[in-house]
């Protein structure tokens, strides 16, 4: 393992591979989580647990994760102290956890297996048919909607596949499932988190990357370094690499992949073939006829799928119930997978029809005295202003209200005038303090909300900044009228305003009835 044998200094290092591919999570032994409660974390526990590996952990606090995996049986302790780690045989950290954390010194001391939540998860990939789905943004309801399409139409191997999604998926009959299972069939579909070039270590069957927009510069130190990751990662795929033609930045890592690497690849994306010049040897499916009818909240488009790709030539109509561009793109790369593992092209599609989507994602909250609430995880320029593009599609005569908390104070430091752009799709937007994940403040002492809003262009929607997020939440309450909608919008506590809207709305509306 890469670490020291100081036992006051430990060197993590989460791009060196922990494990051989002979492995299985058989070989694991007791296994303790550091940070058990989080999303990405939770749902590997939860896994190991239904392969019966001895699985325990720990969190800072207590949340509906913690909840969920002690009502399974996984023991969790509130709070990081060296003692949880006794007797653990592997010991598990994400990119959050620091070296001085008390269980990971004591780990170290004592000798345990310490190794990152990603080679737990290239762990589970051994042996299977893994699917990947990398991206600065559209990972979880890609990876969602795979697993929904394999779920509700899948046969045989397909039928029930494992997945490891960094959030629950809505299904058609209205149930939540969580982002974690390990199902009978020899399919894996997991989200390829590329914050930490973690992601290197995979070798999926099929690697979807949705986009490679630079994002998590802290890491990589610039967009070079970060689209290089992403070819790597892509040149790791064993049979098929699918990849969003309509992002630039996708666009150049396919062109840059070795040329065998490139036959391998599906493009696709709403641009003519003629337009896009050269695709290094991929095929490319087009998104053609997208469109959303006002009001509908369904997304209706046609692929024009290659007989390379589907064996015979294809117009495949497909219709969602999720609104937005993104979602057809979303959807077009779920599918393509599918098909590539082996499913009739009309069953995915089918399939794909059903899907009510992730959690957190243009979820409604409520709708109280005409007013909507709508929580969405978006947290990147660009995905802010897809969720706002298809928010004016779904209610075009609406007056849209956002309440934005900035997530990671890199990522405002970095993207500050992109944020502000986007959020001027909005008519009215409060920015809250930073939510601050891994980082500190004191390591960025001129970062906060002000950032954003001192960067919004001359004329467009002002920015207001309010830190306190639960006063935000009661501000944008109030200013809303009947057929408003207001969006609470980030990735980190932000979704816990949408209930506080909703008690204000119902107390406003009860005073004006």
Do not use: W
């Amino acid at each position: 393992m890469s670490s020291t044998h100081d036992a006051q200094t430990v060197t993590l290092d989460p791009t060196t591979a922990q494990f051989d591919e002979q492995q299985t999570v058989a070989d694991l032994g007791r296994t303790h989580f550091i940070g058990i409660g989080g999303a990405g974390m939770s749902v590997l526990a939860e896994m190991l647990h239904q392969h019966h590996v001895p699985v325990d952990g720990s969190d800072s606090q207590r949340g509906p994760k913690t909840d969920r995996l002690e009502s399974l049986g996984i023991p969790v302790e509130i709070g990081q102290r060296a003692e949880n780690v006794h007797d653990a045989r592997v010991v598990v950290y994400s990119s959050a956890i620091k070296p001085s954390n008390p269980e990971i010194v004591e780990a170290q001391a004592q000798g345990a297996h310490i190794v990152h939540r990603s080679d737990i998860l290239a762990l589970l990939m051994h042996g299977t048919r893994a699917v990947t789905v990398a991206g600065a943004h559209g990972k979880t309801t890609t990876s969602s909607m795979l697993a929904h399409i394999l779920l509700h139409g899948g046969e045989g191997a397909l039928a029930d596949p494992s997945y490891a999604i960094g959030g629950s998926i809505q299904g058609p009959d209205g149930t939540v499932l969580d982002g974690g299972h390990a199902g009978t069939g020899d399919v894996l579909v997991a989200e390829a988190d590329e914050s930490d070039g973690s992601f290197g270590k995979y070798r999926p069957a099929i690697a979807i990357v949705t986009n490679a927009e630079a994002d998590h510069l802290d890491h990589y130190g610039d967009e070079a370094h970060y689209q290089r990751a992403f070819a790597e990662h892509m040149s790791h795929a064993l049979d098929h690499v699918i990849v969003c033609a309509d992002d630039s930045s996708a666009l150049a890592v396919l062109r840059a992949l070795d040329p065998a690497d490139g036959a391998r690849a599906i493009a696709y994306g709403t641009s003519e073939r003629s337009a896009l010049g050269d695709l290094n040897g991929a095929q490319y499916v087009h998104i053609v006829a997208e469109q959303e009818h006002a009001g509908s909240g369904r997304e209706q488009f046609t692929l024009d799928i290659p007989a390379a790709v589907a064996g015979e030539e294809l117009v495949l109509p497909v219709t969602l119930a999720v609104p937005g561009l993104h979602n057809a793109r979303n959807a077009t790369a779920a599918i393509l997978a599918a098909i590539e593992l082996g499913m009739p092209a009309q069953d995915a599609a089918r399939a794909a029809s059903t899907f009510l989507g992730a959690a957190r994602r243009f979820q409604i909250r409520g709708t109280v005295g005409g007013v909507t609430v709508v929580d969405d995880y978006a947290h990147h320029p660009t995905e802010i202003g897809a969720l706002l593009d298809a928010a004016r599609r779904r209610y075009p005569d609406a007056t849209i209200h956002v309440l934005f908390q900035p997530h990671l104070f890199s990522r405002t430091k970095f993207f500050a005038p992109q944020f502000a752009q986007a959020l001027a799709k909005a008519d009215d937007v409060i920015v809250t303090g930073v939510f601050p994940a891994r980082e500190r403040q004191e390591d960025f002492p001129s970062v906060d909300a002000h950032t954003i809003a001192d960067a919004a262009a001359e004329g467009a929607t002002p920015i207001d900044v309010v830190e306190d997020m639960a006063t935000a939440a009661q501000m944008v309450a109030m200013r809303a009228k009947p057929d408003d909608v207001i969006f609470t919008v980030g990735a980190g506590d932000i979704t816990t305003m949408g209930p506080v809207i909703v008690h204000v709305l119902e107390a406003h509306h009860g005073k004006d009835a």
